[in-house]
Antibody, heavy 119, light 111 residues
Framework: EVQLVESGGGLVKPGGSLRLSCAASGFTFSDVWMTWVRQAPGKGLEWVGRIRRKIDGETREYITPVKDRFIISRDDSKKTLYLQMNGLKSEDTALYYC??????????WGQGTMVTVSS | DIVMTQSPDSLAVSLGERATINCKSSQSVLYSSNNKNCLNWYQQKPGQPPKLLIYWASTRESGVPDRFSGSGSGTDFTLTISSLQAEDVAFYYCQQCYTTPITFGQGTRLE
C-alpha cells in the first residue's frame, strides 16, 4: 500500500525547534521529489518547500518565510523525509503534510502532523 | 510569486446541479515546451488531506468520477462538477506547478 506517515509534531515555545519525519512505503522513495505543505487551522494550503532526488542533486527550495529557519532533508535508505524547524514562530502553527507525486500534481499525501507554537 | 485567486470563496449548489469554480493566476502557467498548463485541482474534506482531482488543467486523476472536469489555459481555469453529489461537499483548491514557490488558491467552499 502506498503510504506516507508523518510524525514529530507537538507543542513548542516560540523560538524553539522541532523535527518532523515522514515515513514512506509502497513506492520507490528515491525516485521522487518530496514536498512539505502546511495548513494553519481553518486556513488554506501553503507549500513549504521540496527536495529533489539524489540524482537531481537533492536541491531544496523553500518559501521565503521559512528559508532561513527550516531545512528539508531525506534519507533514501530509510525512505524517510525530514523537516527540521528552528526559530519557530506562532505563524508556523499548522498541520504539516508531506506529499509527492510522479506527475505534475501531488497524488500521495500523509495524514499530517500538528505543530503548535505557543508560550 | 504567482498569485492564485479563486472565485467564489463559497458556493452553494443543489444536488444534481452544476458547480463551477474559477481560478486565475497572476501570470501564465503554460509550458511552451509541451503546450500544457501546469495547473492542478484538489478536493479536501474535513479532517482529510487533499486529494488530487485534475492535473495539467484538464486531465482527471485515476479513479476520479467523470462528473469532474477541468478547463482553461494561460491564466484562467475552471473546475466543473457536472451534477453535484452529496459526497462532493468539500473545499476545492487550485494549484500552479509552473514555478516555485508552488502556490495554491485560497480555496472554495462548496456546500
Amino acid at each position: 500500500e502506498v503510504q506516507l506517515v508523518e510524525s514529530g509534531g507537538g507543542l513548542v515555545k516560540p523560538g524553539g525547534s522541532l523535527r518532523l519525519s515522514c515515513a514512506a512505503s509502497g513506492f520507490t522513495f528515491s525516485d521522487v521529489w518530496m514536498t512539505w505543505v502546511r495548513q494553519a487551522p481553518g486556513k488554506g494550503l501553503e507549500w513549504v518547500g521540496r527536495i529533489r532526488r539524489k540524482i537531481d542533486g537533492e536541491t531544496r527550495e523553500y518559501i521565503t518565510p521559512v528559508k532561513d529557519r527550516f531545512i528539508i532533508s531525506r534519507d533514501d535508505s530509510k525512505k524517510t523525509l525530514y523537516l527540521q524547524m528552528n526559530g519557530l514562530k506562532s505563524e508556523d502553527t499548522a498541520l504539516y503534510y508531506c506529499t509527492t507525486g510522479v506527475g505534475p500534481g501531488y497524488e500521495i499525501w500523509g495524514q499530517g502532523t500538528m505543530v503548535t507554537v505557543s508560550s | 510569486d504567482i498569485v492564485m485567486t479563486q472565485s467564489p470563496d463559497s458556493l452553494a449548489v443543489s444536488l444534481g446541479e452544476r458547480a463551477t469554480i474559477n481560478c486565475k493566476s497572476s501570470q501564465s502557467v503554460l509550458y511552451s515546451s509541451n503546450n500544457k498548463n501546469c495547473l492542478n485541482w484538489y478536493q479536501q474534506k474535513p479532517g482529510q488531506p487533499p486529494k488530487l482531482l485534475i492535473y495539467w488543467a484538464s486531465t482527471r486523476e485515476s479513479g476520479v468520477p467523470d462528473r469532474f472536469s477541468g478547463s482553461g489555459s494561460g491564466t484562467d481555469f475552471t473546475l466543473t462538477i457536472s451534477s453535484l453529489q452529496a459526497e462532493d461537499v468539500a473545499f476545492y483548491y487550485c494549484q500552479q506547478c509552473y514555478t516555485t514557490p508552488i502556490t495554491f488558491g485560497q480555496g472554495t467552499r462548496l456546500e
